[in-house]
Structure formats: C-alpha cells, structure tokens
C-alpha cells in the first residue's frame, strides 16, 4: 500500500512540473549589445610597400627551371600504349568502349551471338555486325572480327585498332 501510494506522489508531482513548464511563456527575445567589442585594426599598406611585397627580391630561381621538351622528343622515347599522349583520340576511345558491356553469348547451329548493352541499349551482335550499318549496339564504323563463345571474347576492329573484350 505505501509503494503505490508513494508511485501516485511521484507520478502528481511529475504532472505538475511538466504542466508548469508547458505553461509558461517562452521568450524567445535576445537582445546582444555588440558596441564593446573591439574593432578590428586596418592594415593599409603604401602603394609602394604593396609593390614591393609581389616583386620577388631574387630571380635567380627562374634560371634554375628546365624548359619544356618538345612534342616529337617525348613521343619517340615511348614504343607502347597510345601513340600520341596529347592528343584526344584515346579519351574518345576509352569513352565508346566503356559505354560498351557484354553480358552473354549465345551459340545456335548457324550464328554466335553476343548479348551486349550499348549506351543504354540492349540486344546481340554477330559477326557480320558493323556500327552505324546494320546495328546500333557499336559505335559508328566498329566492326565484330571474332566471336569466341567457349573463351567468352570478342573482337572488334575500331578505326583500323583491334579491340578485346571479355566477359
């Protein structure tokens, strides 16, 4: 009887706190006086001291820099990868054949077929596909070389290149 009685006492004294706080006003006013802060202090530079900060005092560091090697002279120390590293041409590349994915083949008694998702598109190639002719699933001119079902290859020939893709 005294631990319910002592529960109802902590419950009523809980109600009226809570109904006390909900009841109050809020004030939501705050009123900052911001007159006695200090000032940031302004550092104005003379024309000529502003002048004399961004020339450098030596120049002596412009004479140890080496000049830039030539075009001609860094693409003949390279025998492989992309035969012009300043040119644009491999980006595009790598562009198209990234949009290009393999996800099957398919051998019947007369054709292999390829499945292949190409820019958003899906469907199958053979290797009598040629892009922008009788398929949209290449790129414009790519040709299908070699379909290899039991090794999961392909081959397309691109712009004179060879291209492998494997599933």
Known sequence: MKIKKSIRIKFFILFL????LGCS???????FDLSNLPRPKNNN???KEKKEVIKPQDKSFISDLTPLKEKEEILSKFEFGKEDPFSERGVIEDKIFSDLKLTGFLNSQSKQYVFVIYQN????ITENSI???NTNLLPNGAKVLNIDSSAKKL???FENKDYLFEL
């Open 17 to 20: 706190i809570s109904l006390i």
């Open 25 to 31: 006003s809020k004030n939501n006013n705050i009123d």
């Open 45 to 47: 530079l003379d024309s």
């Open 121 to 124: 598109k899906h469907g199958t």
């Open 131 to 133: 892009g922008g002719i």
């Open 155 to 157: 081959i397309i020939n």
